[in-house]
DNA sequence: CCGCATCCTAGGGGATACTG
DNA sequence: CAGTATCCCCTAGGATGCGG
């Protein structure tokens, strides 16, 4: 009663990075709060915006992000079923960590000029710098 | 020449939140990142910082890090040998990503009073909202 | 519309031992 | 010190089918 923590830490990780992505964890999990950030979603319309996510995997993501106490499943008891998922208050203090996520991801992965640059300038797998860059 | 990105860019997913994530997949690179980010480190001191990893695994995702162009890895040619792994300046475009886990790592997931609030107030276990809060 | 049950496979990841 | 090489297990996750 007074341990909700024990629920929300998984395997008491030992670094607070390797805590937040143990809520990450799992393939979908990402992408799932970075559209639930924009407004509340029914499974779905959710699953129209993960192509390739299976029902079954949807549903199991989402059953673990609202056991995190991220995410809330609302079932509206009408026919047919109407269940909608949305961020809880807390799944919404991650907010900053998508963004910074989904950022990084426009910049440097999506082909953009600045990440084009770095990835030559970096040059970890083409360029040998000074002593012995490993191949 | 001209197409680092295939490298970078693994099996091009659809949403910048997952196409970052694919970056840090695998149990450990978060962490390795956060620490590489504080500075350079060799091998074994690394090893120290991570209590629960395996040399094998270590290994592996330096690897993969060191692929993605995220760390680079120097081998100094002496005996006993000398390697140390670094950030690139690819990498450390990760720092507010890294940095954005690690707070939230530290804010909600180890014991501070905010956390608690939120937790509670949050409910996703325990208390039942309006219409019919899954259990 | 939303989801569970079942079956099945690839590969992530641990343990251990050996090398330059 | 900083790795390879083996073996082996486990489970994340896909495919498919049924049900309210």
């Known amino acids: 009663m007074s341990l ?10 030992g670094c607070p990075v390797e805590a937040t992505l143990s809520y990450l964890d799992g393939k979908w999990k990402g992408v799932i709060l970075f559209h639930l950030m924009k407004g509340t979603l029914r499974f ?23 056991e995190s106490g991220l995410v809330s499943r609302t079932v509206f008891p009408v026919v047919p079923p109407r269940v909608e998922y949305a961020m809880t208050p807390l799944g919404m ?11 990084w ?3 440097y992965v999506f082909c953009s000029p600045e990440g084009r640059e770095l990835r030559m300038s ?8 000074s002593p012995l860059q490993a191949g």
């Open 4 to 13: 909700p923590r024990a629920k929300l830490v998984r395997n008491f990780p």
């Open 44 to 66: 779905n319309q959710l699953r129209r915006k993960l192509p390739a996510v299976t029902q079954r995997m949807l549903t199991k993501q989402l059953r673990e992000l609202e």
């Open 93 to 103: 203090t991650l907010k900053p960590v998508v963004d910074a996520l989904a950022a």
């Open 105 to 107: 991801g426009d910049d």
């Open 122 to 129: 970096s040059g970890g797998l083409h360029a040998p710098a």
